[in-house]
DNA sequence: GTCTATAATCTGATAGAC
DNA sequence: GTCTATCAGATTATAGAC
């Protein structure tokens, strides 16, 4: 009868936690519910109930579910940059010559193990495919323009390059909105469009999407 | 006094048209009002409003705001689909040497013009955003390996050549999305990105995308 | 720090008149 | 063929208790 009947998925008694740490579990279960659904068709309850909590909660702590959004695609954002800001670093030391794959090659490999956390991705497409709001379309403007920007002044690429990386960026974006890893095996052309544009990574994509089939 | 007063933009008294007719304003409308927002941000009521008429008889007309989305990509789909076929077509007859651009480029270009209906790509790419849902995101799924066989079983192109193919047209997609074009100018990322991404084919987008200035 | 209750819309859909 | 009226349900946000 305690509030310790840990059986249940979802709680049954909230515990009290501080605030930058619910904080944080709110973010977390955004990302999730806002990139599965975007921004108008993902509700502050839903995202309540994967957080755990109450919906009016949710809205107590971020004020509205516009800022809740907005704070999910920023976070997107800087783990995006960050991560590229890291593969770059990393390339630095051996840059001379052909020793391994080249730097696109792993700015490609780090943005697909992002997978990893579906939401980052997913909620920074819904932000651009929501452009034509006043609010959260500038912020995806500049967001998508601040990659763009990076990519050209930081890594050094050119524009060609630049606009084939983030094509593929976008196409893998879209592959997974539709769920194509989900039907793997079902179709052969899902399956052999996901080899090739997947590449090397076909597994951790498949790992990433909670696949439950073994190995053949 | 009579129902002849033209000078406002929206109908005082709808008209009697045949329903055939109705139906497709309000495709037309639908399309662009769910690719600007989306399936679950656009109303019935937008719908109606663009069309200029009144909400009840939107839903009338098509049952269910989601037969009514479904109805439209099914004719975005069909409307690529057969844009390409016809590029397809067309190529056929100086199908040997490099006489002009080659089949893949014409495509692209193909792909390009579709811009001056906005709402065939944008509710194309709302529908792929849309794929967590059961019925739209099976839709979606569909429609987008259908896209894939043609071009692999009628086009005849490598799944290396279709993915860079597709990978171009969702980067197009986004940056349609995130209403780059509205910005040209205004930054020189944005600028030198579409140059770049729009190719040969930057006033045509430009065009399309309803701006209001002259060229410098 | 977190909840319950609830106000205030908004929105899809139905009924029925003309 | 099209509208007005309207209901029922969903959803964001607020108030206030604990």
Do not use: H, S, W
């Given at each position: 009868m305690s509030e310790d009947s840990g059986t249940a998925a979802k709680e049954t008694t909230t515990e009290r936690i501080p605030a930058a740490l619910r904080r944080e579990q709110i973010l977390a279960a955004a990302s999730r519910v806002f990139g599965e659904r975007g921004y108008s068709g993902a509700t502050t309850d839903q995202v309540a109930q994967a957080a755990g909590i109450s919906q009016p909660y949710v809205v107590r702590m971020f004020g509205t579910k516009e800022n809740l959004f907005l704070e999910v695609v920023a976070?997107?954002?800087?783990?995006?940059?960050?991560?590229?800001?890291?593969?770059l670093a990393e390339h630095r030391p051996?840059?001379?010559g052909d020793d391994a794959d080249p730097l696109i090659t792993r700015l490609g490999a780090a943005y697909v193990d992002l997978i990893d956390d579906r939401g980052i991705l997913l909620s920074l497409m819904q932000a651009f495919i929501t452009g034509h709001?006043?609010?959260?379309?500038?912020?995806?403007?500049?967001?998508?323009?601040?990659i763009y920007r990076m990519l050209r002044d930081e890594a050094g690429f050119s524009p060609e390059t630049i606009r084939d990386f983030l094509a593929n960026g976008m196409l893998f974006n879209t592959?997974?909105?539709i769920r194509l890893p989900d039907i793997f095996e079902d179709d052969e052309a899902a399956e052999e469009l996901m080899r090739c544009a997947f590449r090397g990574k076909l597994d951790v994509v498949l790992d990433a999407s909670g696949a439950t089939w073994t190995r053949s």
């Open positions: 976070r997107a954002l800087d783990k995006l940059m960050t991560t590229f800001r890291e593969t051996a840059d001379d709001d006043p609010v959260i379309g500038a912020k995806a403007r500049e967001g998508f323009l601040q592959l997974l909105a």
